[in-house]
């Protein structure tokens, strides 16, 4: 049993704080007060709604791909727009994102150059924490290219018609034409996201202000020249960070530019146990059979304990769970690790049907992990690309092995995106029904896999017992599969600060 809202027990702190004054200045309680704080405790633990999860099943889903292009260039850094233009894009973003489960969003960042900050994703995690791990002091050009952000928008979706939103002040040019021409041959949905004012501001550099060759001070204004590509392209200019606005812009646009499946947890709710418990108490509190029942409160209140902690048989599920795995009875620990509800179990049943060559059941338990800590979800995605590698679908294991890469570097990672780049030159990504894929035929295992297909292997997948494969059979690892986050988060390289900085990019690897 789990709780989806815990957050409300705190509030039987109160209720014990209430029973410990009473005590202490001597009053006694009569059954019906007593019957009434019962009844009290018992609505919090209903208000926290224990639930019992079942297995997670996979739904069909469809919707649009939304393509972010963020201006970083030094004039976001003025503070016409509270706090400043850069950090109401990263607010206004965030606030999208978090909102928005049915689309994808990339995201890119723009100066004279372009590259990509976010591949497209579903991730509101990830997304989140690379934006907002962007530190503007390594970014030093000052000039904005607006057409690097249009042709690396186009390259990022196949969709048909992608939706393409800027935010920015609206660059450096005078005209707009050939951006205009652009994403009309090309079918861009673009509208802008218009973040500076037409009074403009003054920019900080350094412990001054930005002054230009022949010192004067320069303001940075709005440029409403882009107005030309909105109109090219039919789209709409959004003033300031109006999260709502784009929000509605991206409902009116919605289109099915993908079709995939989502995974999700459904509950058996177990509410209405403790609010019927509430009620019986209420009525106890409010008539004269509660003062002639009130020594059993000590029993109530044991039950209000075993509702709200449900987990007393973990210890022994996860020992079995354990010796099952160190048996090599994978199934059997899948299914023991799956009675305890907690992300360490739930790490440690993929983990086990990945070895029992469950894939597809292995990816449903990995993609219902939450967590905030980037490494931990660097190696998630890591073991979902090996599940798609087993399962032979390449382009989802690409986008899982890039994920993981852009949260945390690993040398087994790239070696396994490296693999299937290069089974990628042979054949393409796009595997399609009619054609049989022969990856372990012709080109063998990733890299560090070289059993049978049947097991697992390839992988740094940790569980309490042992490693998960490449060769690490019964080695021992730590007891707890998270990593630290002392261990630093996931930034942008140095490297994307150069090809941000430069005046040129390499498109065919962009991130």
């Not at 186009?154 to 969709?159: D, F, G, I, L, V």
């Not at 899982?400 to 042979?426: C, G, M, P, W």
């Not at 309490?464 to 630093?488: H, N, T």
Request: glycine share 8%; with cysteine; net charge neutral.
């Amino acid at each position: 049993m789990s709780l989806l809202t815990p957050v409300w027990l705190l509030a039987l702190g109160l209720i014990a704080a209430y029973w410990i004054a009473v005590k202490r200045l001597g009053y006694q309680a009569d059954g019906s007060q007593k019957w009434l704080l019962v009844s009290m405790a018992l609505v919090i633990v209903a208000l926290a709604r224990p639930v019992l999860e079942q297995k997670p099943v996979s739904v069909e889903q469809m919707g649009s791909d939304v393509i972010v292009a963020v201006d970083l260039s030094h004039s976001m850094r003025a503070t016409d727009i509270a706090p400043s233009r850069l950090n109401a894009a990263k607010n206004l973003l965030s606030d999208v994102v978090r909102s928005d489960t049915q689309d994808r969003f990339g995201v890119i960042g723009f100066t004279t150059s372009a590259i990509i900050l976010s591949p497209l994703t579903k991730d509101t995690e990830l997304l989140e924490h690379l934006f907002g791990s962007l530190d503007e002091s390594q970014i030093i050009t000052k000039g904005t290219s607006v057409m690097s952000a249009l042709e690396l928008a186009r390259k990022m979706s196949y969709a048909k018609q992608p939706l393409v939103i800027l935010l920015t002040d609206g660059g450096d040019e005078a005209s707009y034409g050939k951006e205009a021409d652009f994403v009309r041959d090309n079918n861009l949905r673009l509208s802008v996201v218009m973040l500076g004012t037409a009074q403009g501001s003054t920019l900080a550099e350094g412990e001054g202000t930005l002054k230009d060759e022949k010192g004067h001070i320069v303001v940075s204004a709005r440029n409403d020249a882009i107005g030309e590509v909105v109109e090219a392209s039919g789209g709409k200019m959004i003033e300031g960070a109006d999260a709502s606005a784009v929000r509605e812009l991206i409902n009116k646009s919605r289109s099915e530019d993908f079709q995939g499946k989502s995974t999700v947890l459904r509950y058996q709710e177990l509410f209405y146990m403790p609010l019927i418990l509430a009620l019986i108490a209420f009525i106890l509190s409010m008539t004269s059979l509660g003062s002639n029942v009130s020594k059993n409160i000590l029993a109530v209140l044991a039950l209000i304990g075993v509702s709200s902690n449900a987990d007393i048989l973990d210890f022994a599920y996860l020992y079995g769970a354990k010796k099952n795995y160190e048996a090599k009875n994978y199934e059997r620990s899948a299914q023991l690790y799956a009675h305890v509800k907690t992300s360490k179990a739930k790490y440690n049943q993929a983990t086990a049907l990945y070895k029992a060559g469950k894939y597809h059941d292995a990816l449903a338990v990995y993609h219902s992990i939450k967590s905030n800590d980037p490494i931990f979800k660097a190696t998630l995605y890591y073991n979902s690309g090996n599940c798609y590698i087993r399962l032979q679908e390449f382009e989802n294991a690409r986008d899982a092995l890039l994920k993981s890469l852009t949260l945390h570097y690993t040398k087994e990672a790239d070696d396994n995106l490296r693999f299937i780049v290069q089974v990628a030159e042979q054949k393409s990504l796009n595997v399609r029904k009619e054609k049989k894929d022969q990856f372990q035929a012709e080109a063998g295992s990733p890299k560090g896999e070289s059993k049978p297909a049947k097991q697992g292997g390839g992988s740094n997948m940790k569980s309490d017992m042992a490693a998960g494969g490449g060769g690490d059979e019964g080695k021992k690892v730590q007891s707890d599969p998270r990593l630290s986050m002392s261990q630093g988060k996931a930034r942008l390289s140095s490297t994307q600060y150069e090809l941000i900085n430069q005046r040129s990019v390499h498109e065919t690897k962009p991130w």
